[in-house]
């Protein structure tokens, strides 16, 4: 966040900038086209990993927003949105066996491609591209490892975010300092 000096409150719109919060976006546009193509409008999976994939993303930005003032809730938004991730992980594993497709194994050709793909690119349309020309089967399994990236940045912000606010205290203690500060040059 930044903030300026002069400023109690931080300016909160570089969340627009952290890897996890592009990794969202490329989960809820890889979600909307995957459900578009491959699961019935009228099925409730339908609706419940788009609003999986979108409550990811939009509580990472009512997160960082909100960690302008406070902690806690900036941590507790952004493990929100690690559960909304996770459920959307489980509901793309729950298509994959159900369908009996295949789940790219760990330290598959499929796999390492995709995760190096996923440690070079954060544009959404690169993946949208991609998924243009591939099945249910693969578009799944890039969500998965998206998404799996995703939490795990998201983990260690939430980790950062808590040892950060251990060490420097949060709104309340700098609003003290401040009218501290103000009454001994008076």
Request: aromatic residues 10%; positive net charge; proline residues 0%.
């Amino acid at each position: 966040m930044v903030r300026d000096s002069n400023n109690l409150v931080a300016r909160s719109m570089g969340y627009k900038h952290m890897l996890f919060y592009k990794k969202a976006v490329t989960i809820y546009d890889l979600t909307f086209l995957f459900c578009t193509r491959y699961i019935d409008k009228r099925d409730r999976t339908y609706d419940q990993m788009i609003q999986a994939a979108r409550s990811g993303k939009q509580n990472i930005v009512e997160g960082y927003v909100d960690g302008a003032t406070s902690v806690e809730m900036c941590i507790k938004l952004l493990n929100v949105a690690r559960g909304s991730l996770m459920e959307l992980l489980e509901d793309y594993e729950d298509y994959i066996r159900t369908r009996n497709l295949k789940r790219w194994e760990n330290g598959s050709d499929e796999e390492r491609a995709m995760i190096r793909l996923d440690k070079e690119n954060n544009d959404s349309d690169t993946y949208l591209k991609i998924a243009q020309t591939r099945n249910d089967e693969a578009i799944a399994n890039m969500a998965i490892i998206i998404i799996k990236s995703a939490e795990k940045l998201l983990y260690r912000y939430i980790q950062n975010r808590g040892e950060h606010f251990k060490r420097n205290g949060g709104f309340r203690e700098r609003l003290t300092r401040e009218r501290l500060k103000e009454r001994n040059v008076r």
